[in-house]
Nanobody, 121 residues
Framework: QVQLVESGGGLVQAGGSLRLSCAAS????????MGWFRQAPGKEREFVAR???????YYADSVKGRFTISRDNDKNTMTLLMNGLKPEDTAVYYC???????????????WGQGTQVTVSS
């Protein structure tokens, strides 16, 4: 089992930045793919970014060039640095882990509780 806890959400003006963190406990995360997903009100949960065991990163087109995902296997943490935030980035952000995850959230069995990000115009 893996337990995930997100932190770092909040309210920011458009163009601003936020850093989200995800702390994992339980089984080691070094063999897991780590990902960030988000869900806006009235919309389905969607893929944001993921990072593989070896540090390869993948991003949704909507955040590419603005968001940066990273992980520290020694500290069992993952971070999402969000720059150039837009009102359409407003959502609850979730971290998740998978043994072999892609952008498909159905492949992620472990999820955090989510953290709210609100971007004002």
């Amino acid at each position: 089992q893996v337990q995930l806890v997100e932190s770092g959400g909040g309210l920011v003006q458009a163009g601003g930045s936020l850093r989200l963190s995800c702390a994992a406990s339980g089984r080691t995360i070094t063999t897991y793919v780590m990902g960030w997903f988000r869900q806006a009100p009235g919309k389905e949960r969607e893929f944001v970014a993921r990072i593989t065991r070896g540090g390869n990163t993948y991003y949704a087109d909507s955040v590419k060039g603005r968001f940066t995902i990273s992980r520290d296997n020694d500290k069992n943490t993952m971070t999402l640095l969000m720059n150039g935030l837009k009102p359409e980035d407003t959502a609850v952000y979730y971290c998740a882990t998978s043994a072999s995850g892609t952008a498909d959230l159905r492949l992620y069995p472990y999820w955090g509780q989510g953290t709210q990000v609100t971007v004002s115009s």
